[in-house]
C-alpha cells in the first residue's frame, strides 16, 4: 500500500499548485505557515471526498490514452507504406479488401495461437476484409528459427505461406526451425531448399523491416493489431475485432 501515500502527496502538490495558479501573482510568496496551512486543508478537503482520488486517477488515465492515442496516429502516418504493404503470400482473404487488418504474431505465442480461430472466422464471414500478416519472433531463439523457416518458405512457395502459416500457428508444442521444417515439407518443400533460401539476404530483410515497424509503433507483445490508424494490442477477440472493422467502415475510424 506504499503507492496511496504518494499518490496523495502528488494530489495535495497539485492541489497547491493549482490554489496557487490562480491567486494574482503578488500573493504567489507564501511564508512557511501559509503553505502548511493550505496544504492541511487541501488534505483534510481529500480525506472528507476521497472519490475525487479515484475521479483525478481516472482523467489522468484518460488524457495519457487520449496523447498515446495521437503518437499511435502519428506512428502508423510515419511508419511508410510498407506497414500495410503485403508482399506475396503474406494476405489473407480479399487483396482487394476495403478494410486492412495488419496482425503482428510469433509462432509461439499462444495468444496468437487462440487468435487464430478469429482471424479464420473473420476472413470467411467478411469477403471485403484485408488481412495482412507480420513476424515479429519476440519469444526467444525458437521463435526466430521457426520465423526464418517462415519467411525461407514464403520466399519459395508465396502461394502457400497461408496454409504453412495456420498448420504452423495450430501446432502444439514448441514451434523452432526443426518443426517448421517439418511442416514445410507438408507442402511440398524441402528442408535442402528451406536452408539455402534462409541464407537469402531478403528473409533477413523482411523480420528486420518488421521489427522496424514494431518498435515505431511501440509494439512489444503479440498478438497486437494495426487497423486504420489504431494499435490494438492483445487478443481482443473475434467480435472485438469486427466491431472495430465495422466502424472503419462506417465512419473511417476504429471508435466512431
Known amino acids: 500500500m506504499r503507492g496511496i501515500p504518494l499518490i496523495r502527496k502528488l494530489l495535495v502538490g497539485a492541489a497547491l499548485l493549482a490554489v ?6 503578488p500573493a504567489l510568496a507564501f511564508d512557511d505557515k501559509e503553505k502548511t496551512d493550505i496544504e492541511a486543508v487541501v488534505r483534510d478537503y481529500l480525506i472528507r ?3 475525487v482520488l479515484l475521479e483525478a486517477m481516472d482523467a489522468l488515465q484518460a ?20 506497414l500495410f504493404a503485403s508482399p506475396e503470400g503474406t494476405v489473407l482473404g480479399n487483396p482487394d479488401g476495403d478494410v486492412t487488418v495488419v496482425e503482428f504474431f510469433d509462432y509461439n505465442c499462444g495468444y496468437c495461437k487462440h487468435a487464430l480461430a478469429d482471424m ?9 476484409l484485408r488481412f495482412v500478416l507480420k513476424e515479429i519472433p519476440v519469444l526467444g531463439e525458437p521463435s526466430v528459427a521457426a520465423s526464418h523457416v517462415s519467411i525461407a518458405f514464403r520466399h519459395i512457395a508465396p502461394a502457400k505461406y497461408g496454409d504453412f502459416h495456420k498448420k504452423l500457428l495450430a501446432s502444439k508444442g514448441v514451434a523452432d526451425a526443426d518443426k517448421a521444417i517439418t511442416v514445410a515439407a ?27 515497424l514494431a518498435s ?10 494495426v487497423i486504420a490508424d489504431e494499435v490494438v494490442p492483445g487478443a481482443i477477440g473475434e467480435e472485438g475485432l469486427a466491431a472495430k472493422i465495422a466502424n472503419v467502415r462506417g465512419c473511417g475510424k476504429t471508435s466512431c
Not at 20 to 25: E, I
Not at 120 to 128: H, T
Not at 190 to 206: G, T
Request: proline share 8%; charged share 30%.
Open 20 to 25: 496557487t495558479a490562480a491567486l494574482p501573482l
Open 186 to 212: 507438408d507442402f511440398g518443400v524441402d528442408e535442402a531448399a528451406v536452408r539455402a533460401a534462409m541464407k537469402l539476404p531478403e528473409v533477413e530483410a523482411v523480420l528486420a523491416e518488421n521489427d522496424r
Open 216 to 225: 515505431l509503433l511501440k509494439i512489444t507483445g503479440t498478438p497486437s493489431y
Open 120 to 128: 479464420e472466422s473473420l476472413v470467411e464471414k467478411d469477403p471485403k
Open 63 to 82: 488524457k495519457r490514452a487520449a496523447e498515446d492515442l495521437v503518437a499511435q496516429k502519428g506512428a502508423i502516418s510515419g511508419a511508410g507504406p510498407s
Open 49 to 51: 471526498n476521497p472519490e
